[in-house]
C-alpha cells in the first residue's frame, strides 16, 4: 500500500500527468467498476466494454495534462468512456444494439432524484422505448445527435425528430 | 453534496440491470459525484475482468512511443526491429541532424561570401560528418544499445554496415541538399562525395581493430592535415580532381573488400 490511496482523484490525475504510473493503477482501481458497469448498460458485449475501458484508461494516462481542474474526475472519466464505447461501435457494426432501455432526464442529480415519483418520472415512463432512449442518450450520457445516433444505430436525423416528438409529448403531459 | 447514497440492496440491482429506468438514472447521477457509492459497486465486477483489462492498459502505457525517425522508417516500410535498431543511434538523432545542418549551413553561407576559401571549407567538412557519425554510432561507448547488441543473435557486422549506411544517407542527403540550394549546380558541391564515401569505409577497417571513436578522430584528422597542407599557399582544389576522385573510388574499393575480409572481427 502506498500513500496515493488517500489521495483524492485530482490529485492523482495531476500526478498521472507528471508520469506516476501508479497514480494511475489507483485511478483504474477507483473508476474502472463503475464504468465497466455503466457502459454495459448501453453494450451487452462485455468484450466491446472490456475493449472501451482499455482505451479510456489508456486515453487517461495519455490526455490527463488536458484536464482543466474543474469538475468531477469521475464525469471527465465517463467523457471519454462513453465515446471509446463508440468507436469500439464504430469499428464493429456488425454486432447488434441492445435496446437501449434504461430512461435517463437530466443530468442534474436533484432533479433527478426529486422526479422518480413526481410527474417527470411518470411522463417519461409513458414514452416510447424509442423516445427514450433519445432522451437517455443526449440528455444523460451528454452525446451529440450524431454520437447518439451511433450508439442507437439510428441516423442523426431520426435522432433529432425523435427529440422533438419527445419533448412535445413530455409538454403535453406536463403542462 | 447530497444526503442520498445507494445502500448495497440498491448497488446490486443496479449492477444487475434491474433498477427501473428512472431510478437508474438518479444512480448514475449521482455516482459521477460521489467517491463512497462508486466504491460499493467496485465489488460487482469480477476481480480477474479487472485485472485482465488492467494488464492490458499497463502494456499500453508501457509500451515506449517510438521517436519521429523510428516511425518514419516504419512508415516507409522497414521492419519494426530494424527501425528500433536505428533509431537508437545517437548519429540519427534529431539533435545530431541538427547539428550537422549548422555546420553545413555555416561552411555554405562562407562559401558564399569568398569564393575558393569558402568552397574548400564546405568540401572538407562534407566527408567528416558521415565519419563522425559513424565513429559515434556504434562501439563501447557510441551505442547506448552495445551490450545488449553483444548478447543478441543479431550479426554486429551487419548492424554496424546498415548503421553506417543510414548515417552516410541521411548526412550525404543534408549536404547535397544544402549544396545544391546554397552553392549552384555546378558539380564541385558534389565533389565531397567520394571522399566522404572513403573517409567512411576506412574508418569502418580500422574499427575491426580499434575504438571507433578513435578510428574517426583520426581520419578526420588526417584528412584535415592533407587539406591544409595541400593548401598552403593559395586555394586549391587539387585534391578534388579527376586524380583525387579515382584516389577516393580505390580507398573505397580497398576499404570494402577489407571489410568484407574481417567481418567476422566485430562479432
Redesign the interface.
Known amino acids: 500500500m502506498s500513500e496515493h490511496e488517500s489521495w483524492t482523484d485530482a490529485r492523482l490525475l495531476e500526478a498521472v500527468a507528471g508520469g506516476d504510473r501508479r497514480a494511475l493503477e489507483v485511478l483504474y482501481a477507483r473508476h474502472a467498476p463503475w464504468l465497466v458497469i455503466r457502459l454495459t448498460r448501453r453494450c451487452a458485449d462485455p468484450a466491446l466494454v472490456d475493449e472501451a475501458v482499455q482505451d479510456t484508461f489508456v486515453a487517461v494516462w495519455r490526455t490527463a495534462r488536458t484536464w482543466k481542474g474543474k469538475g468531477e474526475v469521475a464525469a471527465w472519466i465517463w467523457g471519454i468512456g462513453i465515446r471509446r464505447l463508440l468507436d469500439q461501435l464504430r469499428r464493429r457494426p456488425a454486432v447488434p444494439l441492445p435496446a437501449y432501455e434504461q430512461v435517463m432526464v437530466s443530468a442534474e442529480e436533484q432533479v433527478l432524484l426529486g422526479i422518480e415519483y413526481g410527474e417527470l418520472g411518470q411522463a417519461m415512463g409513458r414514452l416510447s422505448p424509442e423516445l427514450r432512449a433519445v432522451v437517455q442518450a443526449t440528455v444523460l450520457d451528454g452525446l451529440t445527435t450524431r454520437e447518439a445516433g451511433r450508439l442507437l444505430g439510428i441516423p442523426a436525423g431520426t435522432v433529432k425528430t425523435r427529440m422533438m416528438r419527445a419533448k412535445a409529448l413530455l409538454r403535453e403531459e406536463l403542462v | 453534496m ?1 444526503t ?1 447514497h445507494m445502500d448495497d440492496g440498491l448497488a446490486v440491482r ?2 444487475d ?1 434491474e ?1 427501473n ?6 444512480v ?6 460521489c ?1 463512497r457509492c ?2 460499493l ?2 465489488p ?2 469480477p476481480r480477474s ?2 485485472d ?3 494488464a ?3 502494456d ?3 509500451t515506449p512511443t517510438p521517436g519521429p525517425f523510428e516511425q518514419l522508417l516504419r512508415a516507409i516500410g522497414v521492419h519494426d526491429h530494424t527501425a528500433r535498431l536505428l533509431g537508437a543511434t545517437h548519429s540519427l538523432r534529431l539533435p545530431w541532424i541538427a547539428a550537422s545542418t549548422v555546420a553545413l549551413l555555416f561552411a555554405a553561407l562562407a562559401s558564399g561570401e569568398t569564393t575558393r576559401w569558402g568552397l574548400l571549407s564546405y568540401l572538407t567538412l562534407a566527408p567528416i560528418l558521415p565519419v563522425a557519425g559513424v565513429a559515434v554510432a556504434f562501439g563501447r561507448d557510441g551505442d547506448p544499445a552495445h551490450e545488449i547488441g553483444l548478447a543478441a543473435p543479431y550479426s554486429m557486422f551487419r548492424l554496424m554496415l546498415m548503421r553506417a549506411a543510414a548515417v552516410l544517407t541521411s548526412s550525404s542527403a543534408l549536404a547535397l541538399v544544402m549544396g545544391l540550394g546554397l552553392l549552384g549546380d555546378d558539380w564541385t558541391v558534389a565533389a565531397w562525395l567520394l571522399p566522404s564515401l572513403a573517409l567512411t569505409s576506412l574508418t569502418l577497417v580500422l574499427s575491426s581493430r580499434f575504438d571507433p571513436r578513435h578510428c574517426g578522430a583520426a581520419v578526420a584528422a588526417t584528412w584535415l592535415v592533407v587539406v591544409v597542407a595541400t593548401n598552403l599557399r593559395e586555394p586549391s582544389l587539387a585534391m578534388f580532381g579527376g586524380a583525387g576522385q579515382a584516389g577516393y573510388l580505390a580507398i573505397t574499393f580497398v576499404s570494402g573488400v577489407l571489410l568484407i575480409a574481417r567481418r567476422r572481427e566485430f562479432s
Not at chain 2, 28 to 33: G, N, R
Open positions: 447530497s442520498w443496479y449492477a440491470g433498477l429506468p428512472t431510478l437508474a438514472a438518479s448514475e447521477a449521482h455516482l459521477l459525484a467517491d462508486r466504491s459497486l467496485a460487482r465486477v475482468r479487472l485482465r483489462v488492467w492490458e492498459v499497463a499500453a502505457v508501457d
